[in-house]
């Protein structure tokens, strides 16, 4: 790929959050009745408004600010004290202990971790398995690395004991010269827990071919009643080389500070911090301090923010299923991944004309695996009742531009 | 170069803040004489407890943190109302109109701003003319995309109007197929400015053969008393594709918000906010905020930060002339970059002394050009008197380890 094709595989337009940006208005000549009226919801990502950032997170910036040098200048890798707290809690969090000086970099939010974790192993040619669908950004930045993707299908709309990644498509894969796979548990956009099987073989197929593992786990935390949750990197049996991903900017709201953490084996993390250094020397020093809040919550908090999310997620998937679309229940995390019955308009279009009409917005399919043109991702971390008032609407629009 | 050998390459444990991860000891043997007492001065950045942020950044920052969603998930290239505000302010400031909404991004710092500039335009083979010395992570950038360095020097300790980047090696640089030329005005690190003649030479050559220009003006707003700064931008003929840098990270102290701007060519803009997307998605939301107070300063507040840094250049270019040390005048920016006299102990070793017998920490020479292994870097912008007396530290060392 030349320079000019890695950016066209970029392109951004339909990215979560960008919705702005898209110019044309070919798209109003296909509408078909009237203007809906109701709140304006944006799916693409949460509501802080909604669910507000952490309390005290807002002071310990301040507090940080007032620290002066010392907090602005960290690091590359990030505040030393600060990574000692972390480290520990991060360690009981996980059951697996990390090493606050060896074993962690902080980062500007997880998407910096990502970035970072994949530029310390991919170069030209690295064959690098994916999950499909997976986070969008992983198969862009193996493209821009120069590596080559090699997907693995995720089945996700099953029986929960028949759904997950294809184990021997994975095995195929490490096989086949694999040399690092990366995959999101909760997956995004579906919401899908990698369960303690699942994740015991991935870890052993790994250590067996020696293959790097990036496990992204942004939104562990988000977990739902009754579901159990499995950290890879707590398995007995693992490779040498293994990078878990999390940051506050999901459950804790704390996005708008752009703060993430990667820990794991150490000469990747020292990469990482090599890479983070010409890339963006550190995590805004004040903003870290704000780490600070993190898994040290105010009692409750934590559980009833779940409650909240569980409610909402509960009354969308009554609203999608009343209405016949097929859509997993996702186990964690915010985001509802539903498929469209056959419609009149292609998927795009569908998607501006829902901005346009029904003043929703929502991210395509196609961005987390580019033949899904008949699913869409909503991110359900919003006010319950406009989240549920939006919902009908897509339905309703669903209607209208049904095939 | 593979993957390992681009990691060595990045090697960052001797630059700038990083000294703390340097664990060898070995250094303490070659000791001569006693432990220093003076203040601490860390000369390897800006002490932004001597000159503080710019009033009222903090307060912006808590505005934007009370807008909550809105500030927080801003577009990738930065929120849209900020960057009119910004575009008006950069025209103004350069000469040159620039459009808020095709031409500007707002990055995580300078540091970002490169990183996405270089990253939009170089690829495997791509030449780079890069100027010796000049800011470490131009080199170390263009080695992680895989592009081939072609060194330019740059005269900067003659007379003033003889010193400069060599033109006729640009020009051979141009011929030889560089398709990119990266540098600091002022430099960084010797504070050399370059002059309205050679901008005008530079633009015209890069014209002349369709190279494309990413100029780093990070500090052209400290310019002292009698200097005359040149926005290459605003050149008459000047190349197709032309991307300049700023921020507020230094002369503005806000380098703990990690705020940046790149300005010019927009498909280059267009490219870079598609790198930002997977690279770190946006500068903290909140942070942007602060990028208000930018260019908006109390009256009379730069005038008064521009005559303190004035003094403290005057007051150490005095005491390392006396020591006959050859240091240019820097023109610009807080950086002096002194050559000291052959000495006993490598370089790094030196410095390594100087941390633990003097209480003072510099920036090694070869961090700018490999070959510079008599040279250090001081980054000035510090408390007057504890500068000076560090400065007189430095020079006791140097006679203590001279050959």
Redesign the interface.
């Known amino acids: 790929m ?2 000019s094709e ?2 066209r595989a ?3 337009d339909n ?1 979560p ?2 919705e ?2 898209q110019k044309d208005d070919d798209f109003k000549a296909r509408m078909l009745g009237n203007i809906m009226s109701g709140a304006f919801v944006d799916f693409s ?1 949460g ?3 909604a669910f ?2 952490t309390p005290g997170s ?1 002071k310990a ?2 507090d ?2 007032e620290k ?2 010392k ?3 960290t ?2 890798r990030g505040e ?1 004290q600060l990574r000692e707290r972390l480290a520990a809690r991060l360690g009981q969090f996980t059951g697996n202990a990390v090493s606050a000086s060896n074993e962690l970099i902080i980062t ?2 997880t ?2 971790a990502l ?1 970072l974790a994949l ?3 991919v ?2 040619g690295t064959k690098v398995a994916i999950v499909e669908p997976d986070y969008f ?1 992983n198969r ?2 193996v493209n ?1 690395l ?1 590596g080559i993707v090699v997907p693995i299908p995720l089945h996700y709309l099953g029986k929960p004991s028949e759904n997950g990644p294809d184990l021997s498509r994975i095995e195929d894969a490490f096989k086949d010269g694999a040399k690092v796979f990366v995959f999101s548990t909760p997956n995004n956009p579906t919401g899908f827990v990698y369960s303690p099987e699942i994740i015991a073989a991935i870890s052993e197929l790994a250590f067996k071919y020696d293959v790097t593992l990036i496990v992204d786990q942004l939104y562990s935390r988000l977990l739902y009643s009754g579901e159990v949750y499995t950290h890879l990197c707590a398995c007995e049996i693992r490779p040498e080389n293994l990078i878990t991903i999390m940051g506050p900017s999901k459950t804790e709201s704390l ?4 703060l993430g953490v990667a820990f794991g084996t150490s000469w990747i993390i020292e ?1 990482m ?3 983070q ?11 870290q301090a704000a780490l600070d809040t993190w898994f040290s919550e105010p009692q409750g908090w934590m559980e009833k923010r779940i409650e909240e999310h569980e409610a909402i997620r509960d009354e969308l998937l009554t609203i999608f299923r009343a209405a016949d679309f097929p859509v997993a229940t996702p186990q964690a995390g915010s985001y509802l991944f539903p498929q469209l019955p056959p419609l009149n308009v292609e998927l795009h279009t569908f998607i501006k004309l829902l901005r346009y009409q029904a003043n929703v917005i929502v991210t395509a399919g196609t961005e987390f695996k580019p033949s899904l043109t008949n699913s869409i991702r909503l991110n359900f971390s919003q006010d319950h009742a406009a989240a549920v008032a939006a919902a009908e609407r897509i339905v309703k629009m669903v209607e209208i531009y049904r095939r």
């Open positions: 030349n320079l890695k950016f970029l392109e951004a990215a959050g960008q702005v940006r990502h509501d802080v408004d507000p950032p807002s910036w301040s940080g600010f002066g040098g907090q602005a200048y690091e590359y030393a500007p939010g998407q910096g970035f530029g310390a192993t170069t030209e950004a862009k930045i821009f120069g996005s708008g500070f752009r990469r911090e090599r890479l250094a010409i890339v963006s020397l550190r995590a805004a020093g004040y903003n």
